[in-house]
């Protein structure tokens, strides 16, 4: 006997197969004829280069506890066989204020936590100068597994990694992204040009402000009161004000400058 299944029952059903497969450990299918069915069914979540950071039309907003579920004991790409600790991001789930740097350390590998070794101290101690403090803001890197030797992170790390950080952007939805140094600078902007070029304007990441600045760990290596170091207050005072946050009164010691 033939039976005319109803369309929108097809639609749900593959839905909630689609689902039930995801809650178990599968995150998508190789891109076929069929491909743009068959993706990730998170992949609705992650916004085209360019378009703005937006939940899916009528679903509820992403919770970042969903987020790190959803990685799991991440093996997407080859980082995950390397790692000791997948780091996923720390702070206030509703940041006003998002830091983004590049990938885990082994301090960052060893405990789980971004920026908790001497670049970590360094951050914090701009997140203090800023008038904030570290569990206020929220913290997270472009990769979340440690790149061997601390090398920089791989076209094919980055492409499985990003759809991850553009979901807890969406989660958190900040009023202000600090890219931290030239390699989150570059790759959240798609871009080549140089920190010292990119850092001290605010640019478009998905329609939120993105201000690039040096990385912790540059001004470790250019020293606490560097010219380095009062360029990113520089940046940071651009945050605050974009924030409609109190700018406290910082003044730049003499005769101790660094070209950077
Ligand atoms: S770097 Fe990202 S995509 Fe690669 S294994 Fe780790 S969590 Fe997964």
Same mark, same amino acid.
């Given at each position: 006997m033939n039976r005319t299944i109803d369309p929108a029952t097809i639609i749900s059903s593959l839905g909630a197969y689609l689902e039930e497969l995801r809650e178990s450990g599968v995150d998508g299918f190789p891109v076929d004829a069929a491909g743009s069915i068959l993706r990730d069914p998170d992949s609705r979540a992650v916004p085209?280069?360019?378009?703005?950071?937006?939940s899916s039309a009528g679903a509820p907003p992403e919770t970042l506890d969903k987020i790190r579920k959803n990685l799991g004991e991440c093996q997407r790409c080859k980082l995950g066989s390397t790692r000791k600790t997948l780091v996923f991001g720390t702070g206030n789930p509703k940041a006003r204020l998002v830091f983004v740097g590049?990938?885990?350390?082994? $301090?960052? $590998?060893a405990k789980g936590e971004p920026f908790v070794g001497d670049a970590g101290r360094m951050l914090n101690r701009i997140?203090?100068?800023?008038?904030?403090?570290?569990?206020?803001?929220?913290?997270?890197?472009?990769v979340k597994?440690?790149?061997?030797?601390?090398?920089?992170?791989?076209? $094919?790390?980055?492409?499985?990694? &990003?759809?991850?950080?553009l979901r807890q952007i969406t989660a958190v939805k900040p009023d202000v992204i600090v890219a931290l140094g030239k390699f989150a600078s570059q790759t959240l902007l798609e871009t080549?040009?140089?920190? &010292?070029?990119?850092r001290g304007k605010f640019r478009d990441f998905h329609g939120v402000p993105l201000m690039p600045t040096y990385h912790p760990s540059y001004l470790l290596r250019t020293g606490g009161n560097s010219d380095s170091f009062w360029d990113v207050w520089e940046d940071m005072v651009q945050v605050l004000?974009?924030?409609k946050l109190p700018v406290p009164d910082k003044s730049r010691k003499t005769g101790n400058s660094s070209s950077g």
């Open positions: 085209a280069h360019g378009e703005k950071l937006a590049e990938g885990p350390g082994a $301090d960052e $590998d997140i203090t100068a800023m008038g904030l403090k570290r569990e206020e803001v929220y913290i997270c890197n472009v597994c440690r790149p061997p030797g601390n090398r920089n992170p791989e076209a $094919d790390e980055i492409t499985a990694c &990003s759809p991850f950080l080549k040009e140089p920190i &010292s070029k990119l004000r974009l924030l």
